[in-house]
DNA sequence: CGATACTGTCCTGTATAGCGGACAGTGTGT
DNA sequence: ACACACTGTCCGCTATACAGGACAGTATCG
């Protein structure tokens, strides 16, 4: 996750590592535990953990686990109450699982990495593929080759490092098919994955636009593979109205008109 | 906020404080601005700002003015999905601001101000009183006297800063009636203010109690001063049983049997 | 026009933050 | 009983992160 560098590590790295980490366990984790998972000194970890504790960044339980503090939290109330994005995606995706009994997501891209970043299970009892906030790599996923419709194939090229190509079962994905499926997404802004990330879930997705028509979320579907076509071609034009839907309310500037 | 000390300050403080602050602000901010409102020098700021953006803990728009980031969200749906009492916190706040047509209101602390976690606004129209996240004075709120029914007298006097007990009208408010006040809340779970924060708005309030029975929360409603006292103390009554409801349900350990 | 106030980048010296390691205490296995 | 693996605290050395300022560029003002 860090640099390999053998040599002191600057406090913000640490503190970077350190939220990095508790993001991708998700689970509170005892302090040494933490210093020898992030690969940092015990006592520059005992002293960061302090520090971010008392700023309520951090929080430390009564057996001294570590995990994220009430702040976080205060975060992104705000972040959110910035972004249209989230709250009208998610009331989208809300009202989509409601009407088609489907498990719905809206999915953005973290650096190189593709996330679920709100979820809604359907009625159905279908089993969750990934968690809100786990990293994957991006051409392990339908929504994935909508989030790249707005990059050249260079920066693509240059964004995924090698190994996001290989899928979990060990299929290679060909680069060149790869940047072709995502120039089709870039004209149709629909994906229809079967069998990717998983062997009896198809994804389906529709992307998110801003202002100035690049992609910055998706709104999906996880249905069974076995859905029939026409009723996944159904579904996918539901996910494509939202998503204009969201869209048109993302042109209007969120603090535009803000008291100083 | 920070050390009036003005020595070099380490970094891992310059993060703090720059998240701090824009939670303050709730807005994004330019580096330069952001530099001078925290007392930092530019330099340090530039770099801090890039290192937490490339982490994606901030984010820097095309104005280049620095906000939280998405990390922060991830971090924070972490942080709730540990915590059972934010989840059915927020879902007895909506039911009841459903039922009860009231401003519901989930408040904590947070270091030693009282801040408001989540709200639900009421279908009358009126006002909202203080959005999310902003500090205020403990003293200052009917809820907060509920938040430290478990702390002794002795502790409450070191939490509170004596400029806490300054009122926005300028009245102050005595320590001793203050602790007459939290003692008792402390024996009944519930307090009831008028016109303190403000003048035409009665605070409802009833504490959610974890299992050593320390009020981690509140839950409040928000109305008219002038609503019959009869209909004040049904309402508070409904705010009990809410409390209890929530507070029930935090027995139960959030991650006791989660996987590795 | 110059004056003032920004902004973003780059450089250099030194106060100090982070590292490594020692230490005592606790628990668990044999 | 000992060995082993922890945990949380403390301390001194030194590589370096931070502060401070210089710099060029841009914008707004009268």
Known sequence: MSEISRTRARGIDRVVDVL???RAVRHPIGIGELAR?????????YEIVERLTDSGLLEVDEQNQVYFGPSVYF??????????????GRDEAIRLSKVTGETTQICMLLGNKYTVAFMQPGSSLF???SETGVLVPIPWTASGRLLLAGMSD??????????????????????????TDVAAARLTNRTMTLGLSDPYTACLA??????????????CFMVPAATPLEKRE???????AAARNVSSRLIDKPWAA???
């Open 127 to 129: 089993r969750i593929i």
């Open 206 to 219: 529709a992307a998110i636009l801003d202002e100035k028509a690049h992609a910055v979320a998706t709104i």
């Open 20 to 22: 990095e980490h508790l």
């Open 234 to 240: 159904e579904l996918l034009d539901e996910l494509v």
């Open 154 to 179: 260079d920066s693509i090229r240059a964004l995924i490092p090698p190994e996001d190509y290989v899928l979990p079962d060990g299929r290679v994905i060909d680069i060149k098919d790869f940047l």
């Open 37 to 45: 998972a992030i690969g940092a000194p015990r006592s520059s970890i």
């Open 75 to 88: 975060y992104a109330d705000a972040y959110l109450a910035s972004h249209p994005l989230f709250r009208h």
């Open 258 to 260: 803000a008291p100083r």
